[in-house]
């Protein structure tokens, strides 16, 4: 019977002492990491401010790579959503929030030194008011660099086994942070180094269109007299073939970057025209989009690709293109969303602006294939001279075409705020010819 009491007494002290212990424990758990980046802050911050890119960064996909992730919510910024799913008990189920986001994306200016988002999390791990904050403070003699200190909060409450789990915030917690940290950092390094803070892109759902296109291609050190010459043969060239069709051109040109080497531009100039279906050599032939080219295909017809070389009036070229004579070809283009930029200045400031394009669809996580749907810019208005004196820039619209699930505006649209106009860059000068145009600057459409 001694033995018995004895026993009692010793677990009702093991007791004792184990709800002291847990009383005198935190009653909330903190776990932090830091990482040096060279990326702009603003950068960062987007990739931040959305889960677009969160599937190619968290450790959960190592995990588990057929870990299923679900978007809701907002596409940005607070209210933004992802939840994932997975057979893996390390992974779980579980689901993030963007919870706060400061300041707003366009107060991230080379100006602000701090920003901080915060994600709410509901998962498995133990506690209450779970959170994320990933802080980003600008460092560098040039601003060039951000640090990033993701940290991880938890409350237990009076929850004595919840205050025993802060033993653990060590384990999955901190292996979190520390692995999906180091592949944040590799998924930056894959966005282009270009600052796009002034660029203020819209997503434009645009129409399938017909047009008349001119391949061409020149040397960079040509720059802008060279563009503008091969420009110029171009257009008349797609003139005299629409005359020749019966069809008239019904807006501005456009150029499709092929290839922007160091050395050669490679592009297709392009004007649309009042028709879907032309007739050549006395047939009828509806433009279709065009397609990557199938090299396996025979030439079995009369509408089939021509062989290599043959620019038969009729046929179709290795992409699907109507050969209306030895340089025009006829197809269908745009249809789908595009991320759409506006460049206010001369031809030379269009490629910085669909760099900043790319690397801005990077960071928002908006996918887009250059070789199936190549980036293209409109003249929307042409340069005016008066002697040598520029009266008004040109206006250029610059489109990087998007494919996947996009969003239906960026986060600027949803701010609605503006592209600039060509009255805004009245005070400024234009790019010299054949040189890259320099970062816009507020005032001048900074819409590169």
Same mark, same amino acid.
Not at 326 to 353: E, M, S
């Given at each position: ?29 903190? #776990?932090?990491?830091?990482?040096? #980046? ?115 909060? #938890? ?186 930029? #506006? ?106």
């Amino acid at each position: 019977m001694m033995r018995v009491l004895e026993f009692v007494v010793a677990l009702v002290i093991v007791a004792v002492v184990g709800v002291v212990v847990g009383v005198i424990m935190p009653g909330s758990g903190h #776990v932090e990491r830091s990482l040096v #980046v060279g990326k702009d802050m603003r950068q960062v911050y987007d990739v931040l401010a959305n889960f677009r890119r969160y599937p190619d960064f968290t450790v959960q996909r190592k995990y588990d790579r057929n870990t299923q992730f679900t978007f809701s919510g907002k596409a940005y910024g607070p209210g933004a959503e992802i939840s994932w799913s997975s057979n893996d008990d390390k992974v779980g189920k579980g689901k993030l929030t963007v919870a706060t986001a400061e300041p707003s994306f366009d107060k991230i200016d080379s100006t602000a030194k701090e920003a901080k988002v915060v994600w709410n999390l509901d998962n498995d791990w133990r506690g209450q008011d779970k959170h994320f904050t990933l802080g980003m403070e600008r460092q560098g003699t040039r601003g060039q660099l951000t640090k990033i200190t993701w940290s991880y909060d #938890v409350a237990y409450g009076f929850n004595l086994i919840d205050r025993y789990s802060n033993l653990y915030i060590h384990g999955d917690p901190d292996a979190f942070i520390q692995f999906s940290l180091n592949d944040l950092q590799n998924v930056l390094a894959s966005v282009q180094n270009i600052d796009y803070g002034k660029l203020i892109p819209y997503i434009e759902q645009t129409q399938p269109t017909p047009v008349l296109l001119v391949s061409s291609s020149i040397e960079r050190k040509g720059g802008l007299d060279a563009l503008n010459e091969a420009t110029d043969k171009a257009e008349g060239q797609i003139q005299a073939a629409a005359k020749k069709l019966g069809v008239t051109v019904t807006g501005p040109r456009i150029i499709y970057t092929t290839n922007y080497g160091d050395q050669t531009y490679s592009f297709d100039v392009a004007l649309p025209i009042s028709a879907t279906s032309v007739t050549v050599n006395g047939q009828s032939h509806e433009l279709t989009a065009a397609k990557a080219p199938d090299l396996t295909a025979p030439a079995s017809s009369s509408t089939a690709a021509a062989p290599a070389g043959d620019t038969t009036p009729g046929s179709t070229d290795r992409f699907g293109r109507l050969i209306v004579d030895n340089d025009v070809r006829g197809v269908l283009a745009f249809g789908g969303p595009a991320l759409k930029g #506006v460049w206010n200045g001369t031809a030379a400031g269009v490629p910085q602006t669909r760099d900043m394009l790319k690397a801005y669809a990077q960071t928002h996580g908006y996918k887009f294939d250059e070789v199936v749907s190549r980036p293209y810019d409109i003249l929307v208005k042409p340069e005016v001279k008066q002697g040598d004196q520029v009266t008004s820039y040109a206006q250029f619209a610059i489109y990087l075409p998007l494919t996947g699930d996009a969003p239906e505006k960026t986060p600027e649209q949803e701010a609605n705020l503006q592209p600039p106009s060509l009255d805004a860059g009245a005070a400024e000068a234009p790019a010299a010819s054949g040189t890259a145009a320099a970062p816009a600057s507020a005032a001048s459409a900074g819409q590169q």
